[in-house]
């Protein structure tokens, strides 16, 4: 059934649309998702950059300054997972970075799977287990039979994994404690590329990387930094600066040149995940920083040097370029206090308390053992070895801890999974309640409520809704500007469309068919 799919999917690109108009499908496609880009800071910064980079492919191609995703508290991997399948997390399984443990007792990666090893990382992981559907990449590669180029390249291994599915040739990140590019053997072994980029010290923190952080010409507009990257913290400041964008450039321009040796008769597609999200200590620059603006600026320098090798080797009818804004939870704390009132809600308290109240009831014992982002975990095995039930004490559970500071309410998860009624401020918890690592008891915490023991704002950001834009640039795509919002799930569809490929079989949305043959 597959092939028969694949091949009639072929076909419709070598059939007229009109009696005027063919699809012209690109010989490549690289895709670059920009975690942190948001429409309001893009169309703010621009105006000094000139008509290269950025603004040369925002005339050039289609933009549409507002992507929308139906539930907020989504975080990055979960939706870059969402973006790359088409579908939500309830299909692809993918809902956030990590996921409690219950057996371990501990957080970990999404991506855990001990059935495989890193390469130039101790992280052992792969999507097998976790990511449940199709991608773009698997379909480019089963539809080529295996021909078609295609890579992901990020700066963290989550990230990676999310947009390269299954069937990507290889997964690619820079390992956080020696700045290597790393893989996971699931793909196989470290990419050829990314292996002599390794051997040539052209890593994140190797020869080719700057000691120094200073802003580019026409990168801050107020103010001036420098920073040194030493001691400790060198690594971790490194793959928050916009250093690792550079390197992740880098290699992606490698991949370029490869695959335009390389001729294949498949399309390829190469997708990069950048971040502009850059910090130092764990903790993020405020709007409108000089780093801020620094960052933007360098990320322009990197679309126009990636635009320029496209153009140099393929042609501007045999190339696409996709750019997607991928929304972020902003560290960043305002210098001016806040007139806002804030509370916070104790995990360890809430914990403490919880297990009191249900000792009280079921007798004396750690029933909830932990919380994690935004759910608590009760103890499967105590419950089941004392013949307790399990949704008689999550109901408990529930009354009791929508009634502490923070909380404006709290719903087991059960009555989620089962698509049970529930009150308009449950809905944004319905992306996390369909697996056991998810939690027992979903909170919706008060706007800009703090978590003892979190990040500052973590929470609050994850609630708040900005704008992120998407960019398509391609042969048959008309120069023009939505006014309206698309969806999420229509990305995967449209890309799928333009590379003469069925889309991702879980994908929910449609192709924007507006974008194409206006030319």
Not at 100 to 117: G, K, L
Not at 180 to 198: E, I, Q, R, V
Not at 210 to 238: C, I, N, Q, Y
Not at 318 to 334: M, S
């Amino acid at each position: 059934m597959r092939p028969i799919r694949y091949l009639l999917l072929t076909l419709s690109c070598l059939l007229p649309l009109t009696l005027s108009a063919q699809r012209t499908r690109p010989d490549i496609l690289v895709q670059i998702y920009v975690k942190g880009l948001r429409t309001d800071l893009l169309d703010s910064y621009r105006a000094g950059w000139g008509g290269n980079g950025l603004n040369g492919v925002m005339k050039q191609g289609a933009v549409a300054p507002d992507i929308r995703y139906p539930y907020p508290l989504l975080d990055e991997v979960a939706r870059l997972a969402s973006l790359s399948a088409g579908a939500m997390p309830e299909i692809h399984g993918v809902y956030q970075a990590e996921r409690y443990d219950a057996v371990t007792q501990r957080s970990e990666s999404t991506f855990a799977n001990r059935d495989y090893r890193g390469i130039n990382s101790a992280e052992q992981l792969a999507p097998a287990g976790t990511l449940r559907s199709e991608l773009l990449t698997d379909v480019l590669r089963g539809s080529s039979q295996g021909d078609a180029i295609v890579y992901a390249i990020a700066s963290r291994a989550n990230d990676a994994i999310a947009v390269a599915g299954h069937d990507a040739e290889g997964a690619i990140w820079i390992d956080k404690h020696s700045g290597w590019w790393a893989t996971t053997n699931f793909y196989g072994g470290l990419p050829a590329l990314a292996l002599k980029a390794n051997n040539e010290q052209r890593t994140l923190g190797g020869r080719t990387t700057p000691s120094v952080w200073k802003p580019l010409s026409k990168g801050a507009k107020e103010g001036s930094f420098a920073h040194t990257f030493e001691g400790a913290w060198r690594m971790s400041d490194l793959l928050t600066s916009p250093f690792a964008n550079d390197a992740i450039t880098d290699l992606s321009k490698e991949f370029i040149r490869y695959a335009h040796k390389a001729r294949r008769t498949s399309p390829t597609l190469i997708v990069m995940v950048l971040d502009l999200e850059v910090g130092a200590r764990g903790v993020a620059y405020a709007d409108y920083s000089p780093e801020q603006q620094d960052a933007y600026a360098r990320l322009n320098e990197q679309v126009h040097q990636i635009t320029a090798l496209l153009q140099e080797l393929y042609g501007a009818e045999h190339y696409a370029l996709n750019i997607v804004g991928v929304p972020v939870a902003n560290l960043a704390q305002p210098k001016a206090p806040s007139r806002r009132s804030v509370v916070t809600f104790d995990p360890a308290k809430c914990i403490a308390l919880a297990n009191l109240y249900l000792s009280a009831i079921y007798g004396r014992n750690d029933w909830v053992m932990a919380y994690s982002h935004q759910t608590l975990h009760l103890n499967k095995k105590e419950i089941a070895d004392k013949k307790v039930d399990m949704q008689d004490m999550s109901n408990n559970l529930a009354t009791f801890v929508s009634e502490m500071e923070g909380v404006i309410g709290a719903i087991p998860a059960y009555q989620l999974q089962r698509g049970l009624s529930q009150p308009a401020w449950a809905k944004p918890l319905y992306s996390h309640s369909y697996r056991s690592y998810a939690g027992d008891v979903l909170l919706a915490l008060a706007p800009f409520a703090e978590v003892a023991g979190e990040k500052p704002g973590l929470e609050q950001q994850r609630q708040r809704r900005v704008t992120a834009p998407f960019i398509l640039m391609a042969p048959g795509v008309a120069s023009q500007r939505l006014t309206e919002p698309i969806s999420y799930d229509a990305v995967a569809p449209s890309l799928a469309y333009l590379l003469c490929v069925p889309q991702p079989m879980s994908a929910d949305g449609t192709p924007l068919f507006t974008l194409f043959n206006q030319k």
